[in-house]
């Protein structure tokens, strides 16, 4: 059972999400956002509460064994020593992008090169304390606009400029970020701290601007519903993130938190084909999460819904309960 002081941490925590997407309601969200970084105590606040949380909370309970599976960070650091070194992962893909491209040209022909990594290079982004530091075949750039760590550096991700290197105004600032240079971004329970859709697209746009081809975006959301009952809601956020040029590679509930892993596809028509074919009605390229569909501040953790989203098809929902079950995606035909 959680202790007063972990429900007065995420009671801070939550409270600063929904007061910004409740005055994003009323003002331009690029306003609410800009404001909001401004407030400098609120952002100490919510940067020492995140890190008491992670490092006194979530991280401890997870050094119990039954609990291990459910970390956050573990799952991020063995998803991506799966796909970069061990390499099964990321062949298969590049033979599903030739299938397909395959058959949308006939005259198709794209020799591979070997992906060479002695190390990852990571960028985390809404770090807070550097997790990832401590594994030694990681190459960590640790960003947050509220560091709790001298090794974290500050770094609006939002509006932060893409270019052919880093520049900074020293070692605890980041002025700009390389294009197509890292192998992996890490958003840890990041894209709900966004008060509105687009600015979560900014993101995720941005994180396909800096990475490799065929690196990987991992999204950790917070979800402590029913495995399953939001699958509806992340299948709209794989065609979201698929006419970006990303492809939904693995798929997993952990205890309170969806994980998901979506590769740089190296052919943008690769993604696109699979939203042509998997559209349905409800899908649209928005980013939103459940907390968006809230009736106020005082609403329960469970999504209120309007109507059209309430009234499902009960064969269509049950075909999405499965598609919320872990797995890697290989329906990429």
Not at 89 to 94: A, Q
Not at 199 to 228: F, W
Request: aromatic share 10%.
């Amino acid at each position: 059972m959680a202790s007063e002081e972990q429900l007065a941490l995420s009671g801070l925590i939550k409270s600063v999400h929904q007061r910004l997407r409740d005055s994003a309601k009323g003002s331009h969200p690029d306003q609410v956002w800009r404001d909001h970084l401004q407030n400098e105590d609120l952002l100490k606040q919510y940067a020492n509460a995140m890190h008491k949380l992670a490092i006194c909370y979530w991280d401890k309970t997870m050094e119990v064994s039954c609990k291990k599976d459910n970390s956050r960070i573990e799952w991020a650091v063995n998803s991506c020593r799966d796909y970069f070194f061990r390499h099964c992962l990321l062949n298969l893909f590049r033979e599903k992008d030739d299938k397909v491209m395959k058959a949308l040209d006939e005259t198709h022909s794209h020799p591979h090169q070997p992906y060479q990594i002695d190390r990852i290079r990571l960028l985390d982004v809404g770090s807070c304390y550097n997790p990832f530091s401590v594994f030694a075949d990681f190459e960590v750039t640790a960003i947050d606009i509220a560091p709790a760590q001298e090794s974290v550096r500050y770094c609006d991700f939002l509006e932060v400029p893409l270019g052919s290197d880093f520049a900074g105004d020293s070692e605890s600032s980041i002025e700009s970020l390389s294009r197509t240079y890292f192998d992996a971004v890490v958003f840890s329970l990041l894209l709900e701290y966004m008060p509105s859709s687009d600015q979560r697209l900014q993101c995720c746009q941005k994180a396909y601007d800096t990475l490799k081809p065929e690196g990987i975006l991992l999204i950790i959301t917070p979800d402590s519903r029913h495995q399953g009952a939001n699958a509806k809601l992340m299948k709209n956020w794989r065609y979201t993130l698929g006419l970006m040029g990303f492809t939904r590679i693995k798929i997993e509930k952990l205890e309170h938190v969806t994980c998901m892993v979506f590769r740089k596809s190296l052919f943008r028509e690769v993604s696109e084909r699979w939203c042509k074919i998997h559209k349905e009605g409800y899908m649209e390229p928005v980013l939103n999460i459940p907390q968006d569909f809230k009736c106020d501040s005082s609403a329960n953790d469970d999504v209120q819904m309007e109507g059209t989203e309430r009234t499902v098809d009960y064969m269509v929902e049950i075909k999405e309960m499965f598609g919320g079950l872990p797995f890697v995606d290989e329906d990429m035909s």
